[in-house]
């Protein structure tokens, strides 16, 4: 589906179908203990997998990762497609997933994704479950999905929501700035570590609807480098980013 | 002496095959050509106690292959779980699909794409500027060897290069060799005085950065 620039969903794609990845018997053949995937076979009879070969658990978008990553649950791919072309080089890893292996592949984000987007899916309980614990930017297209958190961000249009995609990568709050891949650059070139920071620094001048116990950690990074910001909850009961006063710096 | 280093290619048609192998020798590397998913895999199996390659070139679709028991997907999740940074461009008549596209990130969420249909030369150019590439003031020769511009200083391991050509992207290294080999690189950097430095992130992931001034200068790609 193509989008005209005139409502600035500048993604060139097209509907008609292409041929399906043929579905190969690969895994068949590493079951039974040969083939090039038997190094990837689990432990089983004679020290190999056996038992269901269904190839989706071996999709690269479910291999456990580090990196920042936004999470993209839709019916057909589409919004994730659009998402990865306003990330910029090295930022993030968008992961396409869809309503039944979006549990898995959130699981594979490590600590967490840093960025949930979805569209026209329910979310599952424990994607849920993630959102409401974790410092997860939540960003919504169309009708929200039951029990998405109160920080959640919910857009009309496309393009609104990939521009917000496009600023939160782009983040910049009093010096600090994402690091490409992960972590958190300070003006000097410090690097700090913590999925929490990178959220609310992502997030600013939002925040999240969480309780204060899930920023200490990143409170404490900020204070350890003399930062001058600190995460507090603000007016509207979110945790975000503020400015430490000077009286109260080192 | 030192090793050329390995680039995987899938590619089904032997003509084009031959073209993307002759040019990689022709730069020095070590070429693992494939025109079967079955065969890449294979050589990825093979060789996966001695080498990484430090590019991959996949062709989407594999019609003409002469062996379809796997597919190029299964290639691309197999580089994405057990060679993440290893640098993968696929290529497809029908990259425009979004469906294509989809199916493309899911089997591998890092692969760049480009279009086919901008011809063999065009994605050559393309290589060429990934692996030939300029970072601050270091340049990648021949890709095996990384330049320090102002000295002509050479440094050869083949880590080094994969840190230059995955920039700005973090790459993790998975034995303490080439944890150390990235190490020597960052010593290596620092007592040549040079505008790029290692940054760790832990868990045997690094990236290269460019410091501010030297990015801002004109023509220096960062």
Known sequence: ?250 | MRANPEVLILEDDAETLDELQSHFTRKRFHPLGARSASRALSLLEHNRYSSRPVLAIIDWDLGKAPDRTASSGDVLSRLARELRECPVIVYSQNIDAFNVRSQIQRSHPRALLHDKRDGDASLLERIDRMLDRTVGDLRIHDGTVVVHLPTLEQHHHREAIRLVVHHPDIVTFHSDTATKAVRRFGEWLQSHGSAVRLVSHGNRKYRISVTATEAAEPGIET
């Open chain 1, 1 to 250: 589906m193509s989008g005209g620039a005139a409502d600035g969903y500048g993604v060139s794609v097209s509907t008609w179908l292409a041929p399906r990845t043929p579905v190969t018997p690969t895994l068949t053949e590493a079951a039974r203990g040969h083939g090039p995937f038997r190094s990837l076979a689990r432990l089983g009879v004679e020290g190999c997998f056996v038992g269901a070969t269904d190839a989706p658990w071996m999709l690269g978008v479910r291999a456990p990762d580090r990196s920042r990553a936004i999470l993209v649950v839709t019916i057909d791919g589409e919004l994730a497609v659009a998402v990865r072309d306003v990330v910029p080089s090295g930022m993030a890893v968008v992961r396409d997933a869809r309503q039944d292996d979006a549990d898995e592949i959130a699981a594979a984000c490590l600590p967490w994704p840093w960025m949930v987007v979805g569209s026209a899916v329910s979310l599952t309980p424990a994607l849920s479950l993630l959102l409401r614990e974790r410092p997860v930017l939540t960003f919504w297209l169309g009708c929200a999905a039951d029990a998405l958190p109160g920080h959640a961000r919910i857009f009309e249009r496309p393009a609104a929501l990939l521009d917000a995609v496009r600023r939160s990568c782009a983040a910049h709050v009093g010096g600090m700035r994402l690091a490409p891949g992960s972590g958190v650059e300070l003006g000097d070139g410090t690097l700090l570590r913590g999925a929490t920071l990178e959220s609310l620094v992502a997030a600013y001048p939002g925040g999240f609807a969480l309780p204060t116990r899930s920023f200490r950690a990143a409170a404490g990074v900020l204070a350890r480098h003399d930062a001058g910001w600190t995460a507090v909850r603000g007016g509207d009961a979110r945790m975000t980013l503020a400015p430490v006063p000077a009286e109260q710096r080192r």
